[in-house]
C-alpha cells in the first residue's frame, strides 16, 4: 500500500513526511506460481510417501530444467552454494582458484570451505564481471581453475575466460546463481565452461524454496556429481566416492515444477518493472541504472543503479538511508566485496590493491525491488523518492547526521 506522492525534500520521510509504503518492499519477495497447482502437487507427494532421495518430482524437474536450457545433464541440488561446492570437488579444483570478489559471498567460501585459497581478481567496471586480462596476470603454478560469475544474470565474457583457461590448462566452472533463463550469444546459460551452477534460492526470481543444479554437457563430470550429491552411493552399500549430502527434496522439486510454468509470466513482470525504472530514473543525474542485452534472453530480476555521488551530491548510502526510511528495502549488493568480509579480510588484508574497479563499485551500487509483488505504482513511487534525492542530493548530505553507525543493518523482514 503507497501513500501519496514525493516532490520535495519536506515529504522525504527522513525529513518526517510520511513514508511511501506503509509496508517493507524488499528486493527479492519470492516469486510464487499457481498456488493451487504447488498443494496438488505437495498433496500427491504425500500420498506417495516419497519425500527426498531422487523422487519422482527431482526427476520431472531435472528434466525440464535441462530442455529448458539445450543441456544434457541438470543435477538438481539443495542450494547453490553446495552445488559450487560438489562442482569444484568434482572438477578436481585445488590449491588456487581465481574468482571475482564481487560477488556473493557463498563464491569464495564454497573454494576455502574446502580448503583451497579463492585468489580474487578484479572486474570490468563496464559489465561487473571477472576481467579476463585481470585474470591471467593472477595465474600462478599454483591455479588449478577459474569460477567466473554471471553477475545480475548478464553473461560474463565467456570466450575470453574459455581462452584463457584453454591456455593455461586451467577448468573453467560458472557461478550462474544470477542467470537462469537468459542466454549469450543465443545459447542458454547453462551451457558454458565445463559446468555452471544455478540457484533457485527464495530470493530468486524463479525458486524452489532452498534450491541450486549444476549443469554440464559432459557426461563423466555429470555422472560424478550426480555420486557426489548423494554421499557417493553407485546402489544401496556400494559408495565410489566421498560424497556429501546435497539433495533436493520432492517438495522444492513440487515448488521448482510449478515455478516453471509460470516463468515467463515472472519473467514478464520483471521486464515490466525494469522497462519502467528505466523511464522513470533516465536523465536522473548520477544515477544510472545497468543495463540489460535487449537482443539476449533476461530475467531482468535485478534493477541495479550506480550512484554518482559527485553528480548527484549524495552518496550511496545516504541514498539508500533515505529509501529505507521509505520503508524500501534497498540492498547495497555485493558490499564491500568478499575480499573485505572475513577470512577475507584477515587472510588477504592488500587484498583491495588489486581490485580498484572492485573497491568502486562496491561503493556505488544498489539494488531495487523487483518480481511478481511490485506493481507499476510501487516503481513509480520509488522512483519518485530516488528523483527527489538525486535533484536535491547535496542538500540532504548537509541536512543528514553522519551515516557513521546509522547505515540500516537490520535483517529482519
Ligand atoms: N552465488 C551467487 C552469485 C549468489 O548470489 C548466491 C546467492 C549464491 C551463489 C548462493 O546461492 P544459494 O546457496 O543461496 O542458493 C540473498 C540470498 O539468500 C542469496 O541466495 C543470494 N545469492 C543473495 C544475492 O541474496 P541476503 O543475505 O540478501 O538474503 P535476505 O534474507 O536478506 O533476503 C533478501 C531479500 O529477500 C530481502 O529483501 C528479504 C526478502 N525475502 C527473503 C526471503 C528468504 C523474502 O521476501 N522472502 C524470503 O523468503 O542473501
Not at 216 to 235: P, Q
Not at 295 to 320: F, H, P, W
Amino acid at each position: 500500500m503507497t501513500t501519496g506522492t514525493k516532490s520535495r525534500l519536506a515529504d522525504l520521510a527522513i525529513f518526517g513526511g510520511s513514508a511511501a509504503f506503509e509496508e517493507k518492499l524488499h528486493v527479492g519477495r519470492p516469486n510464487i506460481g499457481d498456488r493451487q497447482r504447488l498443494l496438488e502437487r505437495i498433496n500427491e507427494l504425500l500420498d506417495r510417501g516419497w519425500l527426498s532421495n531422487n523422487g519422482p518430482y527431482v526427476h520431472q524437474f531435472e528434466q525440464r530444467i535441462a530442455d529448458f536450457l539445450g543441456v544434457k545433464h541438470c543435477i538438481a541440488v539443495c542450494n547453490a552454494t553446495v552445488a559450487l561446492e560438489i562442482a569444484i570437488r568434482a572438477l578436481g579444483l585445488k590449491d588456487e582458484v581465481i574468482v571475482p570478489s564481487f560477488t556473493f559471498i557463498a563464491t569464495a567460501h564454497a573454494l576455502q570451505w574446502q580448503g583451497m585459497t579463492p585468489v580474487f581478481c578484479d572486474i570490468d567496471p563496464r559489465t561487473h564481471n571477472i576481467d579476463a586480462a585481470c585474470v591471467e596476470r593472477m595465474i600462478t603454478p599454483r591455479t588449478t581453475g577459474i569460477i567466473g560469475v554471471h553477475v545480475w544474470g548478464r553473461p560474463c565474457d565467456v570466450e575470453a575466460l574459455t581462452d584463457v583457461a584453454h591456455r593455461h590448462g586451467l577448468k573453467l566452472l560458472f557461478d550462474a546463481a544470477h542467470a537462469f533463463g537468459c542466454s549469450h550469444d543465443g545459447r542458454m546459460v547453462g551451457n558454458f565452461g565445463s559446468a555452471e551452477v544455478f540457484s533457485f534460492h527464495a530470493t530468486k526470481f524463479f525458486n524452489t524454496f532452498e534450491g541450486g543444479a549444476v549443469v554440464t554437457n559432459d557426461d563423466s563430470l555429470a555422472a560424478k556429481i550426480r555420486l557426489m550429491k548423494n554421499f557417493g552411493f553407485a546402489g544401496y552399500d556400494n559408495v565410489e566416492y566421498i560424497g556429501t549430502n546435497g539433495k533436493m527434496p520432492e517438495i522444492s522439486a513440487a515448488m521448482g515444477l510449478t515455478g516453471l510454468e509460470s516463468l515467463s509470466e515472472f519473467i514478464a513482470a520483471n521486464r515490466r518493472n525494469y522497462l519502467q525504472y528505466r523511464r522513470e530514473l533516465d536523465g536522473l543525474p548520477g544515477i544510472t541504472l545497468t543495463a540489460y542485452d535487449e537482443t539476449e534472453k533476461c530475467n531482468y530480476q535485478y534493477v541495479v543503479v550506480e550512484v554518482d555521488s559527485q553528480a548527484t551530491g549524495i552518496s550511496r548510502d545516504e541514498l539508500m538511508r533515505v529509501l529505507w526510511a521509505e520503508n524500501v528495502v534497498a540492498r547495497r549488493y555485493f558490499y564491500p566485496g568478499c575480499h573485505r568480509m572475513e577470512p577475507y579480510r584477515s587472510c588477504f588484508p592488500e587484498a583491495g590493491r588489486r581490485l580498484p574497479a572492485t573497491e568502486a563499485l562496491t561503493s556505488r551500487v544498489l539494488s531495487l525491488p523487483n518480481g511478481t509483488a511490485i506493481t507499476p505504482e510501487d516503481v513509480r513511487l520509488i522512483c519518485e523518492v530516488i528523483r527527489v534525492a538525486a535533484l536535491n542530493g547535496a542538500q540532504i548530505e548537509r541536512r543528514l547526521p553522519s551515516a557513521a553507525g546509522q547505515c540500516p543493518s537490520s535483517r529482519k523482514p
